[in-house]
Every structure is written in C-alpha cells, then in structure tokens.
C-alpha cells in the first residue's frame, strides 16, 4: 500500500507540474500495482479505491492530452472490472461489497465524462448492455 501511495503522490506532482510524461509512466506503474494487489490487499476497500483512483487518474491525464477516448478506456475499464467484481463468487465477500461501493462511483464519473464530452463505442457498449440486462447482484441489496 505504501509503495502504491507514493507512487501515486510522485505521479500527482508530476502531472500539476505539467511533466505529462513523467505523470503517464508513474500513473501506469500505480496501476500495476493496484492491480497486482487488488486481490491481495488485506483492507478490501483500500484496493478497490487504489484501482478507482488510478485508473481515474489515467483518464484525467489523457483528457489533459486531448486523448478522450484513452480516457473513456480506464474509465469504462475500472467501472467494468468492479462489476466483474461483484459477481465473481470465488473473490472474498469484502472485496465484492466494496467494488459495489465504488461502482457508484465509477458510474457518475462516466455518466459526467460522457456528458461533457459524448459517447464513445466503449462507453455505449458499457452501458447499454448494464441497462438492458441488469446484473442479478442488485436484487435484494439495500
């Protein structure tokens, strides 16, 4: 987790310095990271944020590069990888509850990317296969 966060931290200073480059390659390597541990970490909410974080951060570096579509990739990649997530029943019940959580999230910062600036194919398939078929994970949870 500390390797991870200062990683993230050294990205971060990068990317408000304007050193686009720099912040890609050390926001890749925080990805890495997140997702070698994802199913490792032993707080499961801390590796789901870890992954959120990361792969959101990508997809604010390439709009910064004028790249939407690399950044609709992480953001439609992380929203899809939470719901794969939640309906993988070998993946401890901690992990699921949390990728539930954050999937919230993950859909607000897609629902907000697409309406600033459109759909692209990813996006339109993401969510129009969630809409018309409804996961059965989401029956009964309240």
């Known amino acids: 987790m500390e390797h991870w966060k200062r990683t993230i931290e050294r990205a971060n200073r990068f990317f408000m310095q304007g050193e686009l480059v720099d912040a890609r390659e050390a926001y890749l390597q925080a990805l890495a990271l997140a997702q070698v541990l994802f199913e490792r970490w032993a707080d499961a909410d801390e590796a789901v944020a870890a992954c959120v974080i990361s792969h959101h951060n990508l997809a604010d570096l390439h709009l910064r ?13 992380i929203h899809q990888r939470l719901l794969q997530t939640m309906q993988d029943p070998r993946l401890p019940q ?6 539930l ?6 859909y607000v910062e897609l629902l907000n990317f697409i ?7 990813r996006t339109h ?18």
């Open 115 to 121: 309406s600033e600036h459109g759909e692209y194919p």
């Open 125 to 142: 398939r993401l969510l129009h296969i969630n809409v018309a078929s409804p996961a059965p994970h989401h029956h009964g949870v309240h």
């Open 94 to 99: 901690a992990l699921r509850e949390a990728a």
């Open 65 to 77: 590069l004028n790249q939407p579509e690399e950044s609709a990739e992480y953001l439609c990649a």
């Open 101 to 106: 959580r954050q999937s919230s999230k993950t």
